[in-house]
């Protein structure tokens, strides 16, 4: 009994759900969706945009006095304004912070 069941796959089905996986990714699940965090005190804290001015202090706020909280604080702030590049790398530091912080305790 020769089967040929797996010789010739159907390439018209693998194309039809890759489309369909690239639609539902692309235009029905929105890309800037995130996951809402019930109570963080970062998001608390930074409810409203900050000015310019303020944003600055708070850097080198901390800047003297590194704490996870701080970086997170300030990534979510710049995410707010839209400086998508800048709040990655604060939260890549309040990652590193954090990592520090607990093997200090």
Known sequence: MKTTLFVRPNLKIYLLVALTVVVLKEC???ADSSPIRESSRASMAS??????????????????????????????CYQRQGDFRKAMLFLRKALLAADLEAQEN
């Open 28 to 30: 029905v699940i929105p």
């Open 47 to 76: 409810g409203m945009v900050l000015s310019v001015a303020s944003m600055e202090h708070a850097i080198t706020q901390t800047l003297l006095e590194p704490t996870s909280y701080d970086y997170a604080l300030i990534s979510e």
